[in-house]
């Protein structure tokens, strides 16, 4: 009932285009679970963070989501005699992944490094939250250059995955769009690609594509579409490399430079 409450303030919120926006009326909501004296909701506190979080990186507000992510593992932390909590390893991750996006690899990777010695000790290494940990510092080690490191650390966290949601994860777009998987199919498209196996390359940029038509300015879906015509520009296909790059180039504007760039790993 609560989560039926919170979803309907949300919809009437975004309808309406008056008074708090979206992001107001989660941390509205995020501020009354707080408040609520001793005992702290956690599933639905980490849920709201996830939410709020994923507004602001879909905006490109990084600044405030670094601040969300600190503030909320404090909480976390305050609100618990065990530091090592699913909930704290989680918002871990976040940090590792944020940033990852902030470009300051060598802080990703120290905290990566750290969530991973609490996630073996709390023996929860078979989770889509440890798979996301091995994704992100993949991500990390690409970009600075350690491409073998990056390699390994994909293919692990792909194996987790297909440990979680079985073999056929790249047959079921269904699946990847209810449990919001696009992240780390683009990362597994990447290694994929690296391994010179372009079949499963672009059959997972072709559903990270397929899942997010509708929203083409997704930073995946953007992402995608560039790593799927460097598969195309490499097999000889420069017209469906360059439809490709015709759907990227209107929304990445400054950001273009930046996706030639990472693209230099794979070169």
């Avoid at 004296?37 to 507004?55: E, K, S, T």
């Avoid at 439809?243 to 273009?256: F, I, K």
Wanted: glycine share 4%; charged share 20%.
């Amino acid at each position: 009932m609560k989560k039926l409450l919170i979803t309907l303030i949300l919809a009437l919120s975004f309808l309406s285009g008056k008074g708090q926006t979206m992001i107001d009326s989660l941390l509205r909501i995020r501020s009354n679970i707080e408040n609520v004296p001793v005992y702290l909701d956690q599933d639905a506190y980490l849920n709201n963070f996830w939410d709020i979080y994923n507004l602001y990186v879909e905006q490109g507000d990084y600044a405030e989501a670094w601040n969300l992510v600190n503030n909320t593992l404090n909480v976390f932390i305050e609100r618990n005699f065990d530091h090592n909590t699913y909930y704290t390893r989680a918002v871990l991750v976040a940090l590792v992944k944020i940033n990852n996006l902030m470009e300051n690899y060598d802080l990703a990777i120290r905290y990566g490094e750290k969530a991973d010695t609490m996630f073996t000790f709390a023996s929860d290494t078979l989770s889509m939250a440890y798979s996301g940990l091995l994704s992100s510092m993949s991500s990390c080690y690409r970009i600075i250059g350690d491409t073998i490191k990056a390699r390994n650390l994909n293919r692990k966290s792909f194996e987790i995955c297909k440990y979680v949601y079985g073999n056929n994860i790249l047959d079921d777009i269904y699946l990847v769009n209810k449990n919001q998987l696009h992240g780390f199919l683009n990362n597994y498209g990447l290694a994929f690609m690296e391994d010179n196996d372009y079949r499963n390359a672009e059959k997972c940029f072709q559903i990270i594509i397929q899942s997010l038509q509708n929203n083409p300015s997704h930073e995946v879906y953007q992402i995608a579409c560039s790593n799927l015509a460097i598969i195309y520009s490499n097999q000889n296909f420069p017209q469906k490399s360059a439809e490709l790059m015709e759907r990227v180039v209107p929304y990445t504007q400054n950001d273009y430079l930046k996706i030639l760039n990472f693209r230099k790993c794979f070169k």
